[in-house]
Nanobody
């Protein structure tokens, strides 16, 4: 049984930082491609970043967060460090792991999802 548990969200002023964590059970992120997504009110869920650790580490970021966010994984915990936060970063953030090994998670893909952690920037 796979479970993903996010933590680290909260309220922060614009320009501030937060670090989100995703702790999986029943899933190994160190040899997989996993990622973070977000969904703002009345908007579709969108990719934030993925990290592929299957061979060599490859990170992919949405244009909106490039240079501000950093995705990483250590000791089977997935992290998202968010710097220089903006109002438009306000959303529910979810970590995701694909159900089918060998793929990377997509917003509308078949993934395991966490319950989400709210980030509010004001």
């Amino acid at each position: 049984h796979v479970q993903l548990v996010e933590s680290g969200g909260g309220s922060v002023q614009a320009g501030g930082s937060l670090r989100l964590s995703c702790t999986p059970s029943g899933y190994t992120v160190g040899n997989s491609c996993v990622g973070w997504f977000r969904q703002a009110p009345e908007k579709e869920r969108e990719l934030v970043a993925t990290i592929d650790s299957r061979a060599f580490t490859k990170k992919v970021y949405a244009d909106a967060v490039k240079g501000r966010f950093d995705i990483s994984q250590e000791k089977n915990i997935l992290y998202l460090l968010m710097n220089n936060l903006r109002d438009e970063d306000t959303a529910m953030y979810y970590c995701a792991a694909p159900r089918r090994y060998g793929t990377c998670p997509a917003a509308n893909g078949e993934n395991y999802w966490g319950q989400g952690t709210q980030v509010t920037v004001s």
